[in-house]
């Protein structure tokens, strides 16, 4: 476990909500908090606006001003207990020269997928001092912002979530590439999670540095994989990097989750990685979840987010359904089971926030 | 439990490989048998002509002559262990009058799905005998040319599965519309389900009379569910048809398999529905899988289909690891963990048979 230098230019500041950490760190908290993954997004008409000023998604990413605009939007709405940095998980591999962009209406793709061995064997980690400083620019300006209020999450792809959008250069819904170069060339695939593992350490590490609070790693594409496949190929990259890790900063702990969607039947595994907490996407019953592993990590979910495409009557009965399930005491951050979607009406997020804050006091 | 008349039409004939469906039934093998979802398809260049011959699939499906000529093709290059109807999965939606169709390069679209509350209404369970005559048909000339050689496999979508058709009109990355309805208007889709669940018990009883030796149910969607919705909108209506299934044929036990794509956190409510099998996608260990319920159902699966993209030796490897994996015993069918995709080479195909049929022996 290593130690980060202080920081000269943020202060030790005590936090007015910490619920969230303390959640993760499974610590008493008078409520259940909540954040909701990609909560600064399409849904908010705010958000459109500020996207249109940006150009477009990707030019919005890399404007420190107008990402930090972003990100504190959701929290001027609702009574949320986390922010997390506007960015996206593909950040890397654009630093690392493949060249990420979007075309409107469709995914993220990149304009240099990795296609030939020498292209693998010549990858290596960026700095993010150099390449990701517009997203480490965010982060300060972020916390400056916050100032205090509530923490701010730092996040990034996994290792093999990366990988299967460097190899395919786009999204896909069997990624057939990927998984051809893991049966047939499994030593082609260790290389490139080797780099990526090294780069999300040393982005995550340089989040930390400038202000993150908290890390989360989403491991979007693990649950396409065999059991067998995603301890080798997704899990013990993660680990790399949990195992890596700046563990405290301004006197603080900073708590990780990993999140690994499709991932329920290996709970066990990825609770045993050294992460605070695990992500759990909406197929998994949260009680279950947390009879299996929560004796070791916070758990964080789990609601459909299609849950908040139907009535508040609906979000509140399942967002019910869902504290009940997890039932008494600490360690469970409200969130959705997977990104909300950009057709949620605003009102029904205020719904389920309102909910939670409120039915959750129960519990603890 | 019904018992069906005496077809006059079928002889009762023994069958010369019943490895099959003795694994089903938890009995005793010489070796593993196999059998892969889609084993007649476009991977085949003998498929691809007939096809071609057909003039699209739907009408390869509608054409009993030419869907027997394809059931047969696997059977001819490969030593497999049974044969599964050639047909869809949407033919039921279909025969209500939904109008299925294939734009070129494209899943599956209904013309006419399901919009209004009174189409809803109106639903009713189609006459298998009148509107999916040419699936019966197939049946029996698919029977009539087996000569007993090994079981024929009939099947259907679950009930939630064509639901998911039904009210989307196409296949869909997230099925809003479905679970927007599932959220806002449970009764809607309880009601759609209650249909599609007679649907499917006339439909694989009628190909259970027409001489369908096993039958399959494929719950391709019930896997995005939650685990409260999946239970109680897709679980619960296959357990109505397993329930309503005919149990025995010409003398014999007619075994059923429940597939359902996603469904790996819930193998022991599955195994629990009264099905003979459980199938399992490949994300799943299938050793862990037998520990949880092998004791219940057969299991049947669980190859990474894209494995068979890699090469002779992945194959091999990742065959063996699966057999070593179940274990010693019988009540495992070998197959993939969901359809063979188009792009496979035939002779990996061989690979697996070979290393399984080999292999397996010292298992049993």
Not at 112 to 140: F, G, M, N, Q
Not at 206 to 226: K, P, R
């Amino acid at each position: 476990m290593r130690e980060s230098p202080r920081s000269g230019t943020l202060p030790v500041m005590k936090l007015q909500n910490d619920t969230f950490i303390r959640a993760l760190l499974r610590e008493a908290t008078p409520y259940t908090p909540t954040w909701l993954m990609r909560q600064a997004g399409r849904y908010l008409p705010e958000y459109n606006q500020t996207r249109a000023r940006a150009g477009n998604f990707l030019a919005l990413c890399q404007n420190p001003n107008l990402a930090t605009e972003v990100t504190l939007q959701p929290l001027a709405r609702y009574q949320l207990d986390a922010a997390i940095v506007f960015s996206d998980i593909l950040t890397i591999p654009d630093a690392m020269g493949l060249g990420l962009y979007f075309a409107e209406g469709e995914g993220p793709k990149f304009e240099r997928p990795l296609r030939e061995e020498w292209e693998i064997r010549d990858l290596s980690a960026p700095d993010p001092a150099v390449h990701l400083r517009y997203v480490l620019d965010t982060v300060r300006q972020c916390r400056q912002a916050l100032a205090g209020s509530v923490p701010l999450i730092g996040f990034s792809g996994s290792p093999f979530t990366l990988a299967c959008y460097m190899i395919e250069g786009r999204g896909s819904s069997d990624f057939a590439s990927v998984k051809k170069m893991l049966y047939r060339r499994p030593d082609l695939l260790h290389k490139i999670l080797a780099v990526n593992a090294t780069a999300v350490t040393d982005y995550l590490n340089a989040q930390i540095e400038a202000g993150a609070q908290a890390v989360m790693i989403f491991d979007t594409w693990g649950g396409m994989l065999s059991h067998g496949a995603f301890h080798e190929f997704s899990l013990a990259y993660t680990k790399q990097i949990v195992d890596r890790l700046t563990r405290q900063r301004e006197g603080l702990r900073v708590p990780s989750i990993v999140f690994t969607k499709g991932g329920g039947g290996w709970l066990e595994s990825i609770a045993a990685i050294g992460c605070d907490a695990v992500g759990l996407d909406w197929t998994v019953d949260i009680g279950a979840a947390r009879a299996r592993v929560g004796d070791r990590v916070a758990l964080q979910g789990n609601l459909d987010p299609a849950v908040l495409l139907a009535s508040p009557q609906a979000v509140q009965k399942e967002a019910l359904a869902i504290l009940k399930s997890f039932g008494r005491g600490s360690g469970h951050v409200f969130n959705l089971g997977h990104g909300i979607s950009q057709h949620t009406p605003p009102e029904h997020v205020s719904a389920l926030i309102e909910t939670v804050r409120g039915s959750s006091v129960a519990y603890h």
